[in-house]
């Protein structure tokens, strides 16, 4: 019965460090987001994915930022050269329904992983 | 673009007060309005769901409305707690750049007094 699990819980990068983030969605869930947010803010979009398909990366904010779920379980954010405008708290949530579905299931968010970048 | 706006920012009440919570969006086409509480450095947990073709849902002490037509939502929280303190997000299940995605307002940040 384990929820979304994110990890690092934080991470602290150095201006120009590529950075890898880990999400483990809920077993059997195939509709998986990322999502940017900033302090004092509410979440943006940043990508979706459904199971191995990137549908959307739409939200990405610059060719820096990359997104993958190779086997549609784990998916992985990857940021190269962080700026320090990258600063922020990445949250992953997962949903059992794929989209267009007629049932629409909730998303499950996870602790999200909060970078600094310095 | 799908925006929602969540009225107040903050809000501050003593304990047992009755409160309401309000979100607005701009488009009504939407699948459905999902209500979250955020902890300080936490995820999201969410509170209630509502369909589009649902008026209400209920849990508890919780209880949120849908006006698809108008673009409003409310949270209601009956004998509020110091425990219910937290950030409360409204978002909204739309398809916005081709694809279907939750699309949240900034927040009410809510302090229950004892």
């Known amino acids: 019965g384990a929820g979304v699990s994110q990890s690092p819980r934080y991470k602290v990068a150095k201006r120009g460090q590529d950075v890898a983030l880990r999400c483990d969605p809920i077993s059997g869930h195939v509709s998986l987001f990322w999502y940017q947010q900033a302090l004092g803010q509410g979440p943006e979009f940043l990508t979706y994915?459904?199971?191995?398909?990137?549908?959307?990366k739409s939200g990405l904010p610059s060719d820096r930022f990359f997104a993958e779920r190779p086997e549609g379980s784990v998916s992985t954010l990857k940021i190269q050269r962080t700026q320090q405008e990258d600063s922020a708290v990445y949250l992953c949530?997962?949903?059992?329904?794929?989209?267009?579905?007629?049932?629409?299931?909730?998303?499950?968010f996870g602790n999200g992983t909060r970078l600094t970048v310095t | 673009k799908q925006e929602v706006t969540q009225i107040p920012a903050a809000l501050s009440v003593p304990e047992g007060e009755n409160l309401v919570l309000n979100c607005s969006f701009t488009d009504s086409a939407i699948y459905n309005l999902q209500w979250f509480r955020q902890d300080p450095g936490k995820g999201l947990t969410s509170l209630l769901l509502i369909q589009s073709s649902q008026r209400e849902q209920t849990s508890g002490r919780l209880n949120a409305s849908l006006d698809k037509s108008s673009g409003r939502s409310t949270l209601y929280i009956a004998a509020s707690q110091p425990g219910d303190s937290a950030t409360y997000l409204c978002?909204?299940?739309?398809?916005?750049?081709?694809?279907?995605?939750?699309?949240f307002g900034k927040g009410t940040k809510l302090t229950v007094n004892p």
């Open positions: 978002a909204v299940r739309a398809v916005q750049g081709g694809s279907e995605k939750l699309v």
């Open positions: 949530a997962s949903s059992l329904a794929r989209q267009g579905s007629s049932y629409n299931s909730p998303l499950h």
């Open positions: 994915f459904q199971n191995e398909a990137q549908l959307d």
